[in-house]
């Protein structure tokens, strides 16, 4: 699509986070597009990784995912722009050229989200640990089965809980793990929408 473009030259391509990231260190394109769901390193990695050695890179995060926690993690990893993969061909070759003016470019889907999301207080922030407690619960375990896929004592999932009921203030598991969901802190079965 975008070889297409007479201002526009495609010169390289991915097939996941890790040679994204080499190729970007190699060829220094002037604009970069990043899936964020692929094999090996994601996208947001893959970005948090290039602009690290390369602060000025310009990445457009192009994707089918336009959770919360999806955008807030590419935009925190560094990415230039946001855009969700059914942008016309027209405003994606446009998207390329802002960025490579170092414009910011957002879906304005994206947009409204992070407008709703500064406005709205932040999610609590739990732990990792507490998530991985959290996503365990999520799936059914008991605090038994939960202490041994994680390999810590039923007294410190039951620790790890009262911290996490404290912080979503919610009174039991279920409404933990609904709360969760509703804030972004988990996804939902079946992955994110």
Do not use: C
């Amino acid at each position: 699509m975008l070889g297409a473009e007479d201002d526009l030259e495609v010169v390289g391509e991915a097939g996941d986070g890790d040679e994204a990231v080499t190729l970007a260190r190699q060829l220094r394109p002037d604009v970069i597009l990043m899936d964020l769901r692929m094999p090996r390193l994601d996208g947001a990695e893959a970005t948090a990784r290039i602009v690290a050695e390369w602060p000025d890179a310009r990445i457009l995060v192009l994707t089918t995912y336009d959770t919360d926690s999806d955008i807030v993690r590419a935009v925190e990893a560094g990415a230039t722009g946001y855009l969700l993969k059914d942008t016309p061909r027209v405003q994606l070759a446009e998207a390329v050229r802002a960025a490579y003016r170092g414009e910011t470019v957002l879906a304005p889907p994206v947009a409204a989200r992070l407008v709703r999301r500064m406005r709205t207080p932040a999610a609590p922030q739990l732990t990792p640990r507490e998530r991985e407690v959290l996503a365990a619960v999520a799936t059914g375990l008991s605090n038994a089965e939960v202490g041994r896929r994680l390999h810590i004592g039923e007294a410190t999932v039951k620790t790890h809980l009262l911290r996490v009921f404290a912080k979503l203030d919610v009174d039991d598991r279920t409404a933990a793990v609904t709360t969760a969901y509703g804030l972004g802190i988990l996804d939902p079965p079946g992955g994110p929408s």
